[in-house]
């Protein structure tokens, strides 16, 4: 492909510096707030809800299975609903043997339509044993799209990396 004026190959370096520039200054803005408020279930008039069960992985076994990789985790809630919010009551984190391990929320929170909201569990954190899994309960004043709801494992470890996500599943639905 042949250009005929200097002004095309401009436009070329110009796109490609841009491009380059807008990726990086993402790379280097702060996180912004999730958009979420305190609320009180009491002053709810609550018609749906559900309690979602995510297996959670805080390390993998590899080799011969007698070494594991340590995984940090993430928990990912999402609201598909376009209209309305739903009410977060509930986040917590269980080891191998079903103890409580952490409970990541003091009060209900409100999610907004097509917000999310996220809880870390770093990978030193290995009291969980290796199949540990969080338990997260959600309702909402009107009927909603259900949520989305995942938890992501992560290890960079040395030169490899690994990464794998876990579905919710609903174990209990408010009716």
């Known amino acids: 492909m042949r250009v005929r004026s200097g002004r095309g190959w401009a436009l070329v370096i110009a796109m490609l510096l841009a491009s380059g520039c807008a990726s990086h200054a993402e790379n280097l803005a702060p996180p912004t707030a999730t958009p979420v408020e305190s609320v009180s279930v009491q002053d709810l008039d609550v018609t749906t809800g559900q309690t979602i069960f995510v297996p959670a992985y805080s390390g993998v076994y590899y080799g011969s299975g007698h070494r594991t990789v340590k995984l940090a985790v993430t928990l990912h809630i999402h609201n598909t609903d376009f209209d309305h919010p739903i009410?977060?009551?509930?986040?917590?984190?269980?080891?191998?043997?079903?103890?409580?391990?952490?409970?990541?929320?003091?009060?209900?929170?409100?999610?907004?339509?097509?917000?999310?909201?996220?809880?870390?569990?770093?990978?030193?954190?290995?009291?969980?044993?290796?199949?540990?899994?969080?338990?997260?309960?959600?309702?909402?004043?009107?009927?909603?799209?259900?949520?989305?709801?995942?938890?992501?494992?992560?290890?960079?470890e040395g030169a490899q990396g690994i990464s794998f996500t876990s579905p919710g599943r609903v174990i209990r639905q408010l009716e």
């Open 87 to 156: 009410v977060i009551t509930s986040v917590r984190y269980y080891d191998a043997q079903g103890q409580l391990i952490k409970e990541f929320l003091t009060q209900p929170r409100t999610l907004g339509p097509i917000a999310s909201l996220e809880f870390f569990v770093d990978s030193s954190e290995q009291g969980a044993g290796l199949g540990s899994n969080f338990i997260m309960e959600w309702v909402a004043e009107e009927a909603v799209y259900e949520p989305i709801v995942e938890a992501v494992m992560i290890s960079t």
